[in-house]
């Protein structure tokens, strides 16, 4: 069950720069056989991976072999037979490798895979900055609240990307001031921009202008200007697009500067946070992170304000989605991108509409870089102690002399604290973790779907937890306005509570493509994904907690007829659909451009929940 078959942790090495390469070569190694298909060995076996499109083959030890596919690899080598010696492959290689079988089995030349490799690079150099900022810090250093300490603890960063820390376009000392994994932090930059060509809207009536007044502490603009901010890396991007600078030239939008007091950057490193303040912004951010430059579309940024309206709407005799979800599950709660702002044309009225929230704005409008999201942020003050999932299951390095560190990821910690006040083994506090997640988080998501058809992207970076003193979760949230789904045999009923819901935004898609989603994201993505994150950091076995999961989603089955077909998908389907980062990756597809049907690649992956019951 411990992954430790192979000698000392590569995570571990003092030298970052090998231990960021074993880091970089372990994730897209995971994301390559997840992809094909590989069927990866027993721990202390080797893993054996042949390219018979032309490349080299590749052993690598593996350390732990994981039933939802979170397996531990120790180093590669490049080997002339499956029995022969060989010579260690770094990062470059396997990637170089790995890509060009991708491009060449997709009937594509190789050349074509050459900006996914410089990705891969890109992050394994990224992921040693990170790496040795860290190792350089005292022990025991946290961040400046509980939520800002796991937004910032993505270091190494997800599990199944090959690239998971790329950013291009910005020079070091900016990434040492605008990431999460720096413990970065910086004034935002702000416009002073004349009310006629502010858009945007607000879900609950309040005035946008207003709200970014309020928010805008210690930053000075002309008397009827509006404040509007950017992350400062965007600021000098737009300023340079011709639309943005006609509003210059006109005097229309003044550039302030960064001014007021400093935001943190969370782990999706656009959104920034202020402990004091009354909301998040999501910026606009058109660095390439990942697969993906991280410019705001206008329209889901309308579909986050749609989906708030939607979730507070009600009805004579049918209480809104809010207030069931309130009454059912008083500890889950979705944080709401309830207004958004911008500069430019978006039609007649849109300046109205950012001064009254009325939402005036109807016109498509061309972006202009200075969109923003406007998100709640009921963590003010420190307030609930939310915990980023994606940083409770991230895996730490030792602290540079070679050994492991005391907890490898934060959830180690949860575990064996819940194991310590329980009076049980880390097994059964692994168990009773699962079990409780399941209660304020995957419950709550799926009735949520069964009763009103509404579904979101709950990624472990879109989920937060609350954990009791015993380090079991007792609360949950999901984020982000990218992801909001209606199925299709609910829009009727929806369209009464909240007429016109669907008007003007992607929102209702088929009954069978909202749950192959949420199969994706909720089941892949979250439930196997923490499975797999346990099994991994040698805290239970992920067979056992397989089947707490299906027990748990088989007493839903029963009770909860609404739910009957994605929960089939679950536990019954011998496959499901996954998002494919590697192919993704190789393909250039950026995933927030285009059809969502067609924005990322996506594989068959064998169903372990389904397994689980044989």
């Known amino acids: ?310 979730l507070a709407a009600s009805a004579p005799g049918r209480p809104g989605p809010a207030a069931w979800l309130r009454a059912e599950h008083p500890g889950f709660g979705v944080l709401r991108d309830f207004a958004w702002v911008s500069v430019g044309a978006d039609g007649p009225g849109a300046g109205t509409g950012a001064e009254t929230g009325t939402g005036a704005d109807t016109a498509t409008g061309a972006e202009t870089g200075l969109e923003t999201a406007i998100r709640d942020n009921p963590f003010r003050g420190g307030a609930g102690d939310a915990l980023c999932v994606a940083g409770l299951v991230a895996e730490r390095t030792g602290p540079g002399d070679g050994s492991p560190p005391p907890y490898r990821a934060p959830l180690c910690e949860a575990v064996e604290r819940a194991a310590r006040v329980l009076g049980v083994s880390p097994a059964e506090a692994s168990a009773r973790w699962l079990a409780r997640y399941l209660d304020v988080l995957v419950v709550p998501l799926i009735r949520l779907r069964a009763r009103y058809g509404i579904a979101l992207e709950p990624h472990h970076q879109n989920t937060l937890v609350a954990l009791d003193r015993a380090g079991l979760p007792v609360a949950g949230w999901c984020r982000d306005s990218q992801g909001y789904y209606v199925a299709a045999s609910h829009a009727a009923g929806l369209d009464r509570l909240l007429p016109g819901v669907a008007e003007g935004v992607e929102l209702v898609f088929d009954d069978a493509f909202v749950d192959e989603r949420v199969a994706y994201y909720l089941g892949v993505n979250n439930l196997l994904g923490l499975i797999g994150a346990l099994g991994s950091l040698g805290l239970a076995d992920e067979e056992e907690l397989l089947r707490v999961a299906r027990d748990a989603l088989e007493r839903m089955r029963a009770t909860e007829p609404g739910a009957k077909g994605l929960l089939d998908l679950l536990l019954d389907a011998p496959v499901l659909r996954c998002k494919g980062n590697f192919l993704t990756c190789v393909d250039g597809l950026d995933e927030l451009v285009g059809d969502v049907h067609t924005q990322s690649v996506y594989i068959d992956l064998p169903n372990p929940l389904a397994e689980a019951q044989r």
């Open 1 to 310: 069950m411990t992954p430790g078959a192979g000698g000392p942790d590569p995570l571990d090495h003092p030298d970052v720069l090998r231990a960021a390469d074993a880091a970089a070569t372990e994730r897209l190694l995971r994301a390559y056989v997840r992809e094909t298909g590989t069927e990866v060995p027993e721990a202390g076996r080797s893993l054996h991976v042949v390219l018979p499109l032309g490349g080299p083959t590749l052993r690598v030890p593996v350390r732990y072999r994981s039933a939802t596919g979170w397996h531990r690899f120790g180093p590669a080598l490049v080997v002339a037979s499956e029995r022969g010696g060989g010579l260690p492959a770094d990062v470059a290689l396997v990637a170089a490798a790995l890509v060009r079988e991708g491009t060449l089995g997709r009937g594509r030349p190789p050349h074509l895979g050459t900006d996914a490799v410089g990705r891969v690079l890109d992050s394994a150099r990224r992921t040693a900055v990170h790496l040795a900022r860290r190792r350089a810090e005292p022990p025991g250093t946290r961040g400046p609240t509980p939520f800002l300490d796991a937004e910032q603890a993505l270091l190494l960063g997800h599990p199944f990307h090959p690239a998971p820390k790329s950013r291009e376009g910005a020079s070091e000392t900016e990434l040492a001031a605008y990431s999460p994994e720096t413990r970065g932090s910086f004034p935002l930059y702000w416009f002073a921009a004349h009310p006629d060509v502010v858009v945007g809207e607000s879900a609950d009536g309040r005035p946008v202008a207003d709200l970014l007044r309020a928010q805008a502490v210690g930053v000075e603009v002309p008397d009827g200007t509006v404040p509007v901010p950017a992350h400062p890396w965007q600021a000098r991007e737009a300023t340079a697009r011709p639309e943005v600078a006609a509003l210059v030239d006109a005097g229309l939008l003044r550039p302030v500067g960064q001014a007021g007091p400093v935001w943190h950057p969370t782990s999706s490193v656009r959104t920034v946070h202020r402990p004091d303040a009354e909301v998040m912004f999501k910026l606009s951010l058109g660095m390439r992170i990942t697969n993906s430059r991280r410019d705001n579309r206008r329209g889901e940024l309308r579909l986050g304000v749609r989906a708030a309206r939607l």
